[in-house]
């Protein structure tokens, strides 16, 4: 059992009653267990918490729903995923944080965490009302991918933000800068004649807002890196104690701009996949804690999101299945040992969105994921969950299998005997 | 990963399936494309203009977007080839009507099409539809986005070769728009597959794309230096939307800066040639009288693109007949 949160490593019982986890090591006094699960040479941890995933509800059935995508995140040992606020309509109002809640509630795999809307319908110009969406359970708020109209509404929606203590996410992009780019501006969209996005649609957006961050005090989050230099940047502002933290999607710790080659739309993200330098420095920032989570960055699609030609295509990966066993090639690759890698999924998330989860600890929610770290097994259809096919991981091999997802103490996902036997 | 398109272009004996880009393919391949075109020359003097190389063969001629001199000479070349053409301007046709490339492809697969010849404005199009198509159909990319016109760039090559004989000794410069240019790109991977001494561009730096010379070339911002001593001079069309996205300031001060003059071109070698890929901007890219001049050989490059464009079309589909008939698959 591994809990990152309290440094623990070590072979112990864990004990779970009335949807908390009860004890460790030893039994609570009465104790008396109505279901055993051992899994020997298996991990026990929290349950993983993903701070991007898309479930395309409300607006976006076609591509796919709270109830497939939370079912595939119980596949992938996640117990916990904050959706975007760029639903149609857009989460800027409390009916549909509230919707969401209700509706992953109901289907009961995972606990959905609605992000709000930093700006009416994600418009950029009026701020939302942030206070109700706070009560209704948005614990951050975000403008997703949508651009804010000027640098002064970004400036009032933290100070706004910082009032009502919300987390501010956001995903660095200036949107002239990137302008109609599709893949990372250097030898490779050259060489293919794509748009370019250069590196600097990042880093500008990242040092515009770490400017402002440092004035109006706002707790903020950078979602979603893809440059070496912004990661730098990012680690010198957390040196000067700006309240500043970061993730990186899974896809972005492995792929290059490499992959483009041939066109595929799978390969197709926003931000692009960019250079093997940028890629190292993003899995050292991982090891030096500039980034203190890895996130999905699910973007499930429908078959014709992706039958174009490569710029006309929906950028975007399924990916909450092949988040644990991406970030477990960081072990298996010596970037991270086991108890790092877990903490980027699990108390890293958790203490950037200040959750009771995401640790083992007593009397916290029992959201566990047991996994198999030597299983391998092979991206396909067989056991596939996600609505959305699109990972250019299909027919790869994965190292790390979820054996057992539970959610307040009730499993939600147990591997068929059949599979573990594979 | 260049080996991944080549299998996408060539079939298992290596011959040309598809032709997509310039990017990839071997000296001999070209070499090849361009002897082919060689024997096609003489057919446009004769009395009856036609060989029956592709009788019975249909092709479709895909135009997503407009292009009058490609479109014509791909229709002629193939019609001298003895195929029926289907010429489809689809920039008004299924797609604007919401229909997906993908379905347009799938209805014309259903006509028993044996070949496409595809335009369209986005890189990576005509791979895309080589990907997805039925495995008897070849695809011809006739130019995608800012990608690659691999034809274009083989009509470039045989006009250079026809004046200059051999590559090895040649300095050739290519001036203008480099960024949107899927010209420039094929014809930069085709100079230096065929190795050329020295590939230049010569361009203000908002129109070369990111690292450009590791496409193989030198870059200039001046075109009097970007001149000097070569034996080949490209201009490329200056579109004129390049002004509205600040990337110019206008057309006047670009053609003080880059504008071919008969006084630039003495910069360059005396026995210099001329090209320009079409359509020309008369004094905007390049002064009339160096159109008109001595050293233009552009109007030859329009007639051999009609040689060139039969060979790569025969080549193609008997490239594929032979799969076939072979049992490939």
């Not at chain 1, 054996?403 to 103490?409: D, E, K, N, P, Q």
């Not at chain 2, 057919?43 to 479709?60: D, W």
Request: aromatic share 4%.
């Amino acid at each position: 059992m591994i809990d990152p949160a309290r440094g623990i490593d070590t072979q112990r019982t864990v004990y779970i009653a009335d949807r908390t986890i009860a004890g460790l090591g030893t039994a609570p006094d009465g104790f008396r267990a109505d279901r055993e699960i051992h899994v020997p040479g298996q991990i026990v941890c929290p349950g993983l918490i993903d701070l991007c995933a898309r479930l395309r509800e409300p607006g976006h059935e076609y591509k796919a729903t709270i109830a497939s995508e939370t079912f595939a995140a119980s596949r992938g040992g996640i117990t916990t995923l904050c959706s975007p606020p760029d639903t149609s309509p857009a989460i800027d109002t409390p009916a549909v944080a509230e919707l969401l809640k209700e509706r992953a509630e109901l289907v009961g795999k995972a606990t959905v965490l609605p992000i709000g809307a930093l700006t009416q319908g994600l418009k950029g110009t009026e701020l939302s009302e942030m206070s109700a969406l706070k009560e209704a359970g948005c614990t951050a708020v975000s403008n997703a991918l949508a651009p804010v109209a000027n640098i002064l509404v970004l400036r009032r929606a933290m100070e706004y933000a910082a009032s009502h203590d919300l987390l501010l996410i956001i995903r660095p992009e200036d949107p002239w800068l990137r302008d109609n780019g599709v893949a990372h501006e250097g030898a490779v969209a050259t060489l293919l004649g794509l748009p370019g996005v250069p590196q600097t649609a990042e880093t500008v957006a990242v040092a515009q807002a770490l400017e402002l961050i440092e004035q109006t005090g706002v707790r903020a989050h950078f979602s979603q890196l893809s440059s070496a230099r912004a990661v730098d940047m990012i680690a010198l502002a957390q040196e000067n104690d700006i309240p500043v933290t970061a993730d990186v999607s899974a896809h972005q710790l492995h792929l290059t701009e490499q992959s483009l080659m041939g066109f595929d739309p799978l390969y197709h993200l926003i931000p692009p996949l960019r250079t093997q330098h940028d890629r190292e420095r993003l899995r050292r920032g991982l090891l030096d804690e500039t980034i203190t989570a890895v996130c999905s960055d699910h973007q499930p699609h429908e078959e014709g999101a992706k039958l174009d030609a490569f710029s006309s295509t929906e950028p975007g990966i399924s990916s909450l299945e092949t988040l644990l066993p991406l970030t477990l090639r960081l072990v298996q690759g010596g970037d991270l040992s086991l108890p790092q890698a877990i903490a980027r999924l699990t108390s890293g998330p958790a203490r950037i969105l200040n959750l009771t989860s995401g640790t083992l600890t007593p009397g916290s929610p029992a959201d566990l994921c047991i996994f198999d770290p030597e299983q391998a097994w092979i991206v396909n259809s067989d056991t596939w969950c996600s609505r959305g096919l699109n990972t250019p991981f299909w027919g790869q091999m994965m190292k790390g299998r979820v054996t057992h997802t539970v959610l307040a103490g009730k499993i939600v996902f147990e591997a068929s005997p059949t599979e573990n036997a594979e | 990963m260049t080996v991944h398109r080549n299998d996408l272009q060539l079939d298992a004996e290596g011959r040309l399936r598809h032709f997509l880009s310039i990017d990839g393919l071997s000296k001999t391949l070209l070499t090849s494309i361009m002897d082919t075109a060689e024997s096609f020359t003489g057919v446009a003097e004769r009395n009856v203009k036609k060989v029956p190389l592709l009788r019975g063969k249909t092709i479709a001629n895909l135009f997503f977007e407009n292009s009058t001199r490609t479109q014509t000479t791909f229709e002629l070349a193939a019609k001298r080839l003895s195929a029926d053409v289907l010429s489809i301007n689809i920039a008004t046709s299924a797609t604007s009507k919401g229909e997906s490339l993908l379905d347009t492809i799938r209805n014309l697969e259903a006509m028993h099409v044996d070949m496409f010849v595809v335009r369209h404005a986005a890189s990576g199009a005509s791979h895309f539809i080589a990907r997805n198509a039925a495995p008897h159909v070849s695809v011809i990319n006739a130019g995608d986005g800012r990608h690659s016109h691999p034809t274009q760039a083989m009509l470039d090559m045989f006009t250079i070769r026809r004046n200059k004989g051999d590559f090895g000794d040649l300095k050739v410069a290519i001036v203008g728009d480099i960024l949107h240019s899927r010209v420039a790109r094929s014809q930069i991977h085709a100079l230096n597959i065929l190795g050329a001494r020295e590939v230049r561009v010569v361009a203000p730096r908002t129109l070369l794309p990111t690292k450009v010379e590791q496409l193989g070339v030198s870059a200039f911002h001046n075109l009097d230096q970007g001149l000097r001593d070569v034996d080949v001079v490209i201009m490329l069309r200056l579109q004129k939307e390049r002004m509205r996205g600040a990337l110019l300031p206008s057309e006047h001060e670009y053609f003080n800066c880059f504008g071919l003059t008969e006084d630039r071109l003495r910069h360059a070698k005396p026995d210099v040639i001329v090209m320009h890929p079409g359509p020309i901007n008369r004094g905007v890219e390049i002064d009339s009288r160096v159109v008109d001049g001595p050293h233009s050989v552009i109007l030859q490059q329009v007639s051999y693109g009609i040689a060139i464009r039969m060979a790569v079309m025969s080549m193609a589909i008997h490239s594929e007949a032979k799969a076939a008939g072979g049992g490939a698959g």
